[in-house]
């Protein structure tokens, strides 16, 4: 390992990661490798990446609003800063897409954070046609409610230049804080990070097209880190690959039905029933299509980035060609829209729903006695139509949502308990220790 001495001044590589280019599968691949890479010279901060996670919602004053989330993510911003000065390496690493979200006010404060340090941006950006659907399934399993037709209409509304950000989705009714504009709009993210950074300080690493060897993301970061890609042989983790048409649009249903606490609705629809579960389902689902006119718009928003990029004097890492200005054959684009039809939703909330039973028997079983457990779970089931039944309601993918929103909600209580009874333990370890 190097390690670091007072003459070696540190070293902070911040990864933007414009959403949805691939910041999962490169997340996956540090974390999995964080041991060979800290010996390589290069270290994440934090027990976990959701250490990160809090701490840069913190710098950004994310959650507002939700108490829960505010009281959780309070002073993890300067817990993370103090991380990085303690890592015994000449490189830390953070990584987290919300640094996308950043004004120009937050984005001094995060360089400001580490004065001591050489501070370094990089951008990770991916062809926009492959990040349109991607980027709808996020703010879906995030607890969005805007249907894919609507959300292709957002975007064409956003990417022509005919009105700003959050102004522009709010008026189309894209309630969520994935903006289009400001979770992949390459150019205002550069101008913010450029004001208060030297451009040779600026890393965009552009995503290779679906033909390069998979790998090849991770050699091109690799370039920024400064570090040999050999230095983690394990496979990245996480890829947190996206839903199938019909399973995003069932997620979305129940999102329109159960009312939850953002910080549940992480845990249990985007997890426990999203990527866990109908995740499972993505090889034998369709996925959702660009129509024509939304494909031109993506290409367009490329030809943009491209100009935009060349002419920043950041330095680039790949190759801008990856940035296509005319169609391929993997964007996959639909003349005619078809929605996912009720047989799709319902064989999809048949799985859901098994998966999701389980999920409670299991949990139950862990948290209570074997009588308490039986009958919470008897009572999610009588409470239930189950999919036997559902065929013969006026509404069965209607019936089938209720029945997922039911056992999402016993989930939610499931954790709850587990949650309080986690603050008992710490609250008599806390005390028994000020004995």
Known sequence: MTVVTSEVRRRVVLHIGAM?????????????????LEAAGVS??????ADVVWGVQDLLGMGKGDADLQHRNEGRWQAVVDLVHAAPTPTSLLTMEFFAFAN?????????SFADCDVEVVVTVRDTAAVVPALWQTTVTSGGTVTWPRFRRAFRWAASGRGAGAAVLSRVRVPTALRFQEAVNIAR???TWSAVLPTE????????????PRDRLWELFCEVLQVDPAAAPEPGKNANESLGYPSAELVRRVNELI???????????????????????????????????TLAAALRWNAAIRDVVAGSGV??????????????????????????????????????????????????????????AKNFKRRLRR??????????????????????????????????????????RAARRAAASSN
Not at 44 to 49: E, L, S
Not at 201 to 212: F, M, T
Not at 398 to 417: E, H, M, N, W
């Open 20 to 36: 949805k280019t691939g910041t999962t599968y490169l997340q996956g691949k540090a974390y999995g490798n964080r041991e060979s």
């Open 44 to 49: 994440m901060p934090g027990v976990r990446w």
């Open 104 to 112: 120009r006010r937050q984005a001094r404060r995060a360089v400001e």
């Open 189 to 191: 993210i550069l101008r």
């Open 201 to 212: 300080r600026i890393h965009v690493v552009v995503v290779p097209g679906p033909d390069a």
């Open 259 to 293: 009312e939850i606490e953002r910080i549940r609705h992480h845990t249990v629809v985007k997890d426990d029933l999203g990527h866990h579960t109908l995740g499972r389902r993505r090889s034998v689902e369709r996925r959702a299509r660009l129509d024509p006119p």
């Open 315 to 372: 330095r680039v890492h790949g190759d801008l060609a990856d940035l296509p200005l005319t169609p391929l054959p993997s964007h996959g684009v639909e003349e005619r829209h078809e929605p996912p039809t009720d047989a799709e939703l319902l064989e999809a909330a048949t799985f859901a729903l098994r998966r999701m039973r389980r999920l409670v028997d299991r949990r139950s079983r862990r948290l209570f006695q074997p009588e308490r």
């Open 383 to 424: 409470a239930s139509v189950g999919p036997a039944n559902w065929g013969s309601t006026p509404d069965p993918v209607a019936t089938a949502v209720s029945d997922l929103v039911l056992y999402a909600d016993g989930l939610i209580r499931l954790r709850k308990v587990r949650d309080k009874r986690r603050q008992r």
